[in-house]
């Protein structure tokens, strides 16, 4: 079964709509991550949340928005969307505290296509 | 310059072969050093990860890390062609975030 789950897995949209991506964990982990995958560019961090009332800006939060609705759900909203933002998107989770070296627990992403 | 710099590859390699993988860093306070693996249409899975220099050795992979030369490396010995994927090497940036590489893409031709 899956711990962190991702909806849509697929998506395809037009220049200027509004698009929210939805992650949701069953891994009772307090901190989930939104990043986006380009090919050569690596993964790359858009927004953090270390708690539902906690948001933070990663490297490459312009033109993106977020929201914790729960422990368990993190979405990612592109109000306006643009076609460089085509790409994977990634919903990562990690629990603070086991060891220093941060392991974070990926869903199976989003493939976006803005036209 | 990215804190973190990874040749993006692609590699192909025979089966059997030895694969090495590597990564360099600029950032002297990273103290943790992991290498995640994703499988096509897959988010990445951790892999290995190491703390400060050293080797470590899990079966058939080998990570090191020389921190006097900032340059991580991930070996696979006796390659096989479910290894074939993307490789990202990722270092915790104090609590909050990791940074990656851009990732090596992977082929194990049998």
């Known amino acids: 079964d899956a711990d962190v789950t991702q909806t849509p897995r697929n998506r395809i949209t037009k220049t200027g709509k509004r698009i929210m991506l939805e992650c949701s964990q069953t891994k009772g982990h307090d901190r989930m991550y939104w990043y986006r995958q380009d090919p050569g560019l690596g993964l790359r961090l858009i927004y953090y949340s270390f708690d539902v009332k906690d948001i933070n800006k990663g490297e490459i939060s312009d033109g993106y928005s977020v929201s914790r609705q729960a422990q368990a759900k993190f979405s990612l909203s592109l109000e306006s969307a643009i076609p460089n933002q085509t790409a994977l998107y990634f919903c990562?989770?990690?629990?603070f505290g086991r060891g220093g070296y941060n392991e974070q627990f990926f869903g199976p992403g989003t493939r976006l296509t803005v036209l | 310059q990215k804190e973190v710099e990874q040749d993006p590859g692609p590699l192909s390699v025979p089966e059997g072969a030895i694969v090495s993988l590597n990564c360099t860093y600029s950032?002297?306070?990273?103290?943790?050093f992991m290498w995640y693996r994703q499988y096509s249409r897959k988010g990445p899975e951790l892999l290995m990860y190491?703390?400060?220099?050293g080797n470590k050795e899990d079966g058939r992979f080998t990570a090191q890390v020389d921190k006097s030369s900032k340059y991580i490396s991930l070996f696979i010995r006796d390659s096989q062609p479910s290894d074939s994927a993307t490789y990202l090497c990722?270092?915790?940036?104090?609590?909050?975030?990791?940074?990656f590489g851009q990732g090596t893409r992977l082929t194990i031709n049998p």
């Open positions: 950032n002297s306070a990273f103290q943790y």
């Open positions: 190491t703390y400060s220099s």
């Open positions: 990562a989770t990690s629990d």
């Open positions: 990722a270092m915790p940036e104090g609590a909050q975030k990791l940074v």
